[in-house]
């Protein structure tokens, strides 16, 4: 599976940002798909994943702020950020897994290369 994650970029406080991941090689419905993120000398951090009956999770970090969507017949997974905090500052990736019923963090193998999203106060 191949994933491309595209429309990072510096942003103000407060603001919206939206990235989107194109997904290709592989059967989009096939797939647990969700975002990950990494500041600058941190972790990776699951932040949201699309369960095999459509529900979506979030991480307290970002729930109430960040949107997750997808279109499958364009087979690309959305992730809208609002309201967006200094914090929220990291490489950002979309991630795949094979499809299961429950599509936690411990579902996924494969991430794109990222994009990056900053902050700024």
């Known amino acids: 599976v191949q994933l491309e994650e595209s429309g990072g970029g510096s942003v103000q406080s407060g603001g919206s940002v939206k990235l989107d991941c194109v997904v290709s090689?592989?059967?989009?419905?096939?797939?647990?798909l969700g975002w990950f993120r990494q500041a600058t000398g941190g972790e990776r951090e699951a932040i949201a994943g699309?369960?095999?009956?459509?529900?979506?999770w979030y991480a307290d970090s970002v729930q109430g702020r960040f949107t997750v969507s997808q279109d499958n017949a364009k087979s690309t997974l959305y992730l809208q950020l609002n309201n967006l905090k200094t914090e929220d500052t990291a490489m950002y990736y979309c991630?795949?897994?094979?499809?299961?019923?429950?599509?936690?963090?411990?579902?996924?193998?494969?991430w794109g290369q990222g994009t990056q999203v900053t902050v700024s106060s």
């Open positions: 090689g592989y059967p989009y419905s096939s797939l647990c």
């Open positions: 699309v369960n095999d009956d459509g529900s979506i």
């Open positions: 991630a795949a897994g094979p499809r299961r019923r429950i599509c936690d963090q411990r579902a996924f193998g494969a």
